[in-house]
C-alpha cells in the first residue's frame, strides 16, 4: 500500500510534506474541485496534526484543514492564489470608483463646490482632492496594516477592497479577505491588531495636519440658513490632539468651518471605534480571541446589548431622535448580534500571546477608547 500511495501523489503532483508522512497514515489520495483529499487515520489529535501541517501546507501553497469521518480522517488541501500574478482588476476598479465618489463628496459637501460647476466642468472635483486622500489615506493604511503583517506571517490575504457610497465621506470603508484558517493566536493577534495600529497613526497624522491648516469659507446662502445640518461632534481623541497643536476646531463665525482634511481624521476614529468592538471577525474581536482565547465569546455576548443600551439610554433618557445617534448605535447592535453569531476566528494554535502582546493590546483598546462618544453624529436644527 505504501509504494501505491507514493506512486498516486508523484503521479498527481499531490504535497506529500514530512509531517503528513510521520504523523498521518494515508490510504488514499484524491484531486476534488482542485482540492486533494488524503483518506486515513491521525496518529496525533486532530488540533495537533493541524498544527503540524499547517506551515508546510502554506509554503506549498495550500491551506489545510482535518475532518473526523466514520472510519479515520480527511485531510482536506486547498490551493490558494497568492495574489502574485496578474492584476487584481476588482480591487483597482473599487479603488477608482472610491477615488470618484470621495472627490464627488468632497468637493459639493465638504468644500461647497455648486452641483451646477461640477456639472459644467468636472475637472472641479479635483479641489477636494486633500479630503480624498485623507478619508482613504486613513482606511487604506489600516487595511494595509493588515495586509503587510498578514504576507509577514504567511497567511494568503488579498490586497483591500475598498466599498465607494455617497454622503457623508464617499465610502463605507475597507476590507481584506483572510483565506484559511489562522496558524495561532500570535499571529491572529498580529494581523488583527496591525490594523487598528496603523490606522490610528495615520489618523493622527491626518488630524494634525487638517487642524493646522487655514478654514475654508462657507457660502453666505449656507452660513444664513436655518436648515437641518449634519454635525459631527468631536470625540477626545480629535479634543487632545487641538489642544496639543493650540488649534480650534470649530470657529464662531458660520462663515467659516475647519478644513475638510479634519474630517479624514475624524473619518479615522470613527472606524477605528467601530473595528475595535471586541465582537466576530472585526479587529477588535481578533485581539481578545487572541488575548482571552475561547473566553472572547462571553466578552463578544455582551456586546450587542451595550449597544442597544447605549441607543435606549439616548432616547428614552436624553431625548434625542434616531437621527441623533439612536439609529447608528441600535444599527450596529444588529450588526454586532450578527457577526456575533457567525463566532471568532479559531486559530490552530491555542497558546497564549504573551505579556508584551497583551500590554500592546491593552494600550490599543485604551487609544480607542479615545475616539469613542454617545453621540458622534446628530441632525439638527430640523
Known sequence: MPEHEDAAAAGDGAPRPEPLRTFFRIDEIRREDGRVRYRGESYVPERTLLRKLTPHFREAGYEVDVEAVDDGHVVVATPFDRGRDGIPWVNVAMFAATVLSTLFVGAYGWYYVPLAEIQSN??????????????????????????????YHGVPVSLPYVIPFIFPFGTLGAVIRIRGRMPSRKVLFDIGAAGPIAGLVATVVVTAVGLSLDPIGVPAELANS??????????????????VLGQPTSYGDPRLSAHPVVIGGWVGMFFTLLNLLPVGQLDGGHMVRAML?????????????????????????????????VGLWAFWGVFATVIAFNG???????????????????????????????????????
Do not use: K
Not at 296 to 317: D, K, M, N, R, S
Not at 349 to 360: F, I, Q, W
Open 293 to 325: 482565547g475561547p473566553r472572547q465569546e462571553t466578552v463578544a455576548a455582551l456586546v450587542p446589548g451595550a449597544l442597544f443600551g447605549i441607543a435606549a439610554y439616548l432616547h428614552f433618557w436624553r431625548g434625542l431622535g434616531l437621527n441623533e445617534s
Open 226 to 243: 436655518s436648515g437641518p445640518v449634519i454635525r459631527f461632534n468631536n470625540p477626545p481623541l480629535l479634543d487632545l490632539i487641538a489642544g
Open 122 to 151: 468636472p475637472l472641479t472635483l479635483l479641489q477636494a482632492w486633500p479630503f480624498t486622500a485623507a478619508v482613504l489615506g486613513v482606511l487604506m493604511t489600516h487595511e494595509l496594516g493588515h495586509y503587510a503583517a498578514g504576507r
Open 344 to 382: 471568532p476566528a479559531n486559530p490552530t494554535d491555542e497558546d497564549g500571546v504573551g505579556l508584551p502582546r497583551l500590554a500592546v493590546g491593552l494600550a490599543t483598546f485604551a487609544v480607542g477608547a479615545l475616539c469613542f462618544l454617545l453621540v458622534p453624529i446628530q441632525v439638527v436644527g430640523a
